[in-house]
């Protein structure tokens, strides 16, 4: 059976038998489940209870801070639970802020 062969994308094998990973292979694995975008956004509420949810792909902090909310409620598989500020969601969680006031929310991408 012949040896698979690496390409100059992948890494090559060098005389030692040992497989050596390119530069742009060891950047696309560091960068693996990590957000492109740094910079965190305002959200904008809409009507109280106000429910958002992360279609990013990527994780993501909601940090809700002032107004006068009432309740603030992660929502996985279309059960929603108690939480509090900052509140973590992975792809396809959802927060629901119920509020009289307006607070400021920011998303910040993880």
């Known amino acids: 059976m012949a040896r698979p062969q690496l390409n100059s994308d992948i890494g090559t094998v060098g005389p030692d038998s040992r497989v050596y990973m390119s530069r742009r292979l060891y950047d696309l694995l560091l ?37 006068t909310v009432s309740a603030i409620e992660l929502g996985r598989g279309g059960v ?3 939480a509090t500020s900052p509140v973590r969601l992975s792809p396809g969680d959802s927060v629901r802020i119920s509020y009289t006031v307006a607070p400021t929310t920011t998303i910040i991408p993880r």
């Open 80 to 82: 929603f639970y108690a």
């Open 31 to 67: 960068e693996r489940g990590r957000n492109p975008v740094t910079a965190p956004t305002a959200m904008t509420l809409g009507a109280s209870p106000h429910t958002y949810t992360n279609a990013s792909g990527y994780d993501q902090d909601i940090l809700i801070t002032g107004g």
